[in-house]
């Protein structure tokens, strides 16, 4: 079979009318409709931290601000003069919406120590009995831009409220306990990083302690003394991570109390997730994000029509598609987040119809069963780096191949996307046809753009 070799620039078809929004997403049903947009000041840290480029600013400037930017780059790309480009969805919620932290651990610097005594930050016990005011061996929060140094917080308004209540105590549990933290320089300490993540209908917890070594007896007493504190951890767990490189987490997680993984419910499916497995931060905008694609998808026009969910994480678009009619097969490179979305597909009745594969994308072409080689539909969802070259090459050949299939774009890293549309568009024939931004991170400089391609 001949490989689609590079086509010369083509004249970009008649461009349709609007190709899915038959009516505006903020009038569909089952989209959650956006707060009132702030103008408060609410962070006192934006200029050690940088991770938040718009908050203390109007919400709808940063929006305008950041989508501008990505037309930019789109323009730079060739792309932006082929397709419609229609306006940002804004978020639902423009603080409290991140329902995940990852936050490094290190060792308190002098200027920390100094800082908690001036704001004279005291202990309390569960019954509210005052302690004496404990010396910082902790610094938890994020790296400032270009470096490790970590930016000490005990709030940041971008967490949802069970997220920064735990963060508020988990700071004195750490103190008053015999754990270490990691020190890079030496290579000593025991807890590298934690991670926590809150449902967003249910508030519940899950926590992942990144550690050096085996420390459940603690960790277990750690997560007790939360408990009795008030915070809803459902699920707690560690991760053996001995590697000095810089990666979060190790190959091993190990459940400490509770359950196996957090509850979750978007779109009227639930779902539950492993302590590494990817799932959108920001489960507000991702039920907007997620009816889109699935207006976009649609009813397949024969039952069972294939449909490819590349980079699936826990399966929540496979599991959409699969309830269109479709029979999807999802590829992941997480193990963790594959077992999770087989047993997703259970939860939600639609096993038959939602298959997984784990592997790399770039690797899986010889493991795609029989069944699944000619997709009608490929949706990706790649990480900020986008797409290997040769994944791209092979989208291109079967889209070249079925001239009635549609490809659909899914990423957080616009420079990624335009890259990767126009190398897909010169290989295949297909043209990109309308994009859209959601914005998935109010406050940064980040949207989640979506962009449809198919034949002219």
């Known amino acids: 079979m001949k490989r689609p070799g590079l086509r010369k620039p083509r004249t970009q078809g008649t461009l349709p009318r609007n190709i899915y929004r038959r009516q505006p ?122 470096s490790h140094d970590v930016v000490d917080m005990d709030r940041c308004p971008l967490h949802t409220p069970p997220l920064e209540a735990l963060l508020r ?107 590494t497995a990817f799932f959108q931060i920001n489960p507000w905008q991702a039920i907007n994000l997620y009816r889109r694609i699935e207006s976009i998808a649609g009813r397949p026009s024969t039952p069972g029509q294939v449909a490819w969910d590349l980079y699936s994480g826990t399966g929540q678009i496979s599991l959409m598609l699969a309830r269109q009619g479709y029979r999807v097969l999802g590829i992941e490179e997480n193990p963790g987040a594959v077992a999770d979305a087989r047993l997703n597909a259970k939860r939600n009745h639609l096993e038959p119809s939602a298959a997984f594969i784990a592997a790399r994308v770039e690797d899986a072409a010889q493991l795609v069963p029989a069944w699944a080689t000619s997709p009608n539909l490929i949706i990706a969802n790649p990480s900020r780096r986008g797409m290997a070259d040769s994944t791209r090459r092979h989208i291109a050949l079967l889209l070249a191949n079925n001239p009635g299939a549609r490809f659909i774009y899914v990423s957080c890293e616009i420079a990624s996307m335009a890259r990767d549309i126009k ?34």
Not at 190 to 201: E, G, P
Not at 424 to 452: C, H, I
């Open 169 to 275: 105590d988990l700071r004195v549990e750490l103190n008053m306990s015999t754990l270490t933290p990691y020190d890079e320089a030496t290579k000593t300490g025991q807890l590298r990083y934690i991670t926590a993540r809150s449902a967003h209908l249910t508030g519940e917890l899950m926590v992942t302690f990144v550690v050096t070594e085996a420390l459940k007896v603690e960790l277990r007493q750690l997560v007790a003394n939360l408990q009795r504190r008030g915070h809803r951890i459902n699920s707690a767990h560690m991760n053996l991570n001995t590697d000095s490189g810089n990666a979060i987490f190790g190959a091993e997680s190990v459940r400490l109390s509770g359950a196996d993984r957090l509850r979750e419910r978007l779109c009227d499916l639930d779902f539950e997730i492993g302590p």
């Open 423 to 456: 190398i897909l568009s010169e290989l295949s024939g297909f043209q990109l046809r309308q994009v859209e931004p959601f914005d998935m991170f109010p406050q940064t400089d980040n949207m989640e753009w979506l962009a449809v391609l198919s034949r002219p």
């Open 25 to 146: 997403l903020l009038r569909r049903p089952g989209v959650v409709q956006p707060e009132h947009l702030t103008t408060e000041p609410v962070c006192g840290i934006k200029a050690l931290c940088g991770a938040c480029k718009y908050v203390n600013q109007d919400y709808k400037d940063g929006l305008h601000g950041k989508f501008q930017a990505g037309l930019k780059v789109l323009e730079e790309s060739g792309l932006q003069h082929l397709a419609r480009i229609l306006q940002p969805v804004p978020s639902p919620r423009q603080l409290g919406y991140r329902s995940l932290f990852k936050l490094a651990v290190r060792p308190a610097t002098t200027s920390q120590n100094q800082a908690t005594s001036a704001n004279h930050r005291v202990a309390s016990t569960p019954s509210d009995e005052p302690l004496p005011v404990l010396p910082e061996r902790f610094a938890v929060g994020l790296f400032a831009a270009g």
